[in-house]
Structure formats: C-alpha cells, structure tokens
C-alpha cells in the first residue's frame, strides 16, 4: 500500500539500468522521470546513483545531470585487473546503504534487476518493517526479485516517460522512391 506520507530512499544502480537499456532499447534511460516514478508523489528522504567513473571520465557530465535531478551520486573508479577484465559494481554499497537508511525510510526502493539484492529485499523486509519497491526493465530483471519485492515498476511499459534516445543515433528511415517513366 502506497501513500503520500510515506518516506522513501530510491537507490539507483545506474550500470544496471544504463547497459539495460541500451541491449533492449538501444536508448538510455531517463533517471529524473524514474524518480517521479518511483516516488509516486510520496516524501523523499534520499535519492542516490551509484556509478562507475573511468579514467578518461567520460560520465562527469552526466553524474552532475543526475545530481541536478536530485540524487547524490556515489562513484568509484572501474577496476582493470591484470588480464585485462573489467569490473565495477556496486552490489555490497547499496546494500550497506539501503540497511543504514532503512531506519529512516518506510519504503526502499531499488532500482535495479539484479537478483544479488534478493537476500537484502528479504532482510528489509523481515528484520526492519520498510517496504521494499523495485524499478527496472523487466526483460532483464530477475523473476524472484520481482516476485520479492512488494510491488514493481516496470519501465518498459512507458518507454516514452522512462527512455530517451542516445545523441548522435539516428532513427532508421525508411525512403519511398517512386518509379517514374519518363
């Protein structure tokens, strides 16, 4: 159940969300209407996005549009290991964070599809009483990690409000030609 003075924490796994909408959508998503979303109108305590910064810092302008939008953003750096493989998540820190916050929110809101969070929706919602609320794709969000939480916002199903389209990706137009006899 859903009202107006209920106090919400969204965390946002944005690596998750980011490569899911770009592998389903090839679009990228649009983190101030997922806030709306997931807010529903209801008090928010924090907003927070969790990212990957790489060496060339690429995502700098970025993080500060997220932080424009109203969340707090969380960076650590990509971590290269020494056969070249790449790694950056934030699975322990939201999870950290989502327990401290807990204290202070009735509702939890995670955004992201990751199934590793099944243990923390459980944890929340036995051990602290917050309701825990998930956001994501659901083509590519695990099916026990929605059937965990107690209620779900799929972003597929408003692609106009939750996606926006990548810069310099042009629509593919189909030309009439008409054959003309001269």
Same mark, same amino acid.
């Given at each position: 159940? &859903? %009202?107006?003075?209920? +106090?919400?924490?969204?965390?946002?796994?944005?690596?998750?969300?980011?490569?899911?909408?770009?592998?389903?959508?090839?679009?990228?998503?649009? *983190?101030?209407?997922?806030?709306? #979303?997931?807010?529903?109108?209801?008090?928010?305590?924090?907003?927070?996005?969790? #990212?990957?910064?790489?060496?060339?810092? %690429?995502?700098?302008? *970025? *993080? $500060?549009?997220?932080?424009?939008? /109203?969340?707090?953003? &969380?960076? &650590? $750096?990509?971590?290269?290991? =020494? /056969? #070249?493989?790449?790694?950056?998540?934030?699975?322990?820190?939201?999870?950290?964070?989502?327990?401290?916050?807990?204290?202070?929110? @009735?509702?939890?809101?995670?955004?992201?599809?990751?199934?590793?969070?099944?243990?923390?929706?459980?944890?929340?919602?036995?051990?602290?009483?917050? +309701?825990?609320?998930?956001?994501?794709?659901?083509?590519?969000?695990? =099916?026990?990690?929605?059937? =965990?939480?107690?209620?779900?916002?799929?972003?597929?199903? @408003?692609?106009? &409000?939750?996606?926006?389209?990548? +810069? /310099?990706?042009?629509?593919?137009?189909?030309?009439? =030609?008409?054959?003309? +006899?001269?």
């Amino acid at each position: 159940m &859903k %009202h107006k003075d209920q +106090r919400v924490c969204v965390l946002v796994d944005i690596q998750n969300l980011y490569y899911s909408a770009r592998v389903l959508y090839n679009k990228k998503v649009n *983190f101030k209407n997922l806030l709306e #979303g997931a807010l529903e109108g209801r008090k928010l305590i924090r907003a927070i996005g969790y #990212g990957i910064a790489t060496e060339e810092a %690429h995502e700098d302008a *970025f *993080f $500060d549009a997220l932080e424009n939008a /109203g969340y707090e953003v &969380k960076t &650590k $750096d990509l971590q290269v290991f =020494t /056969g #070249g493989q790449k790694k950056g998540d934030w699975d322990v820190g939201v999870t950290v964070d989502a327990i401290k916050l807990a204290a202070k929110a @009735d509702v939890i809101v995670i955004a992201s599809g990751d199934g590793d969070y099944i243990p923390l929706v459980q944890y929340l919602q036995t051990t602290t009483g917050c +309701r825990v609320e998930g956001v994501a794709f659901a083509e590519s969000t695990s =099916t026990r990690l929605i059937e =965990t939480v107690d209620d779900f916002l799929n972003l597929s199903d @408003d692609k106009k &409000k939750y996606l926006i389209a990548q +810069r /310099g990706v042009k629509k593919q137009v189909k030309k009439r =030609t008409t054959n003309r +006899r001269k």
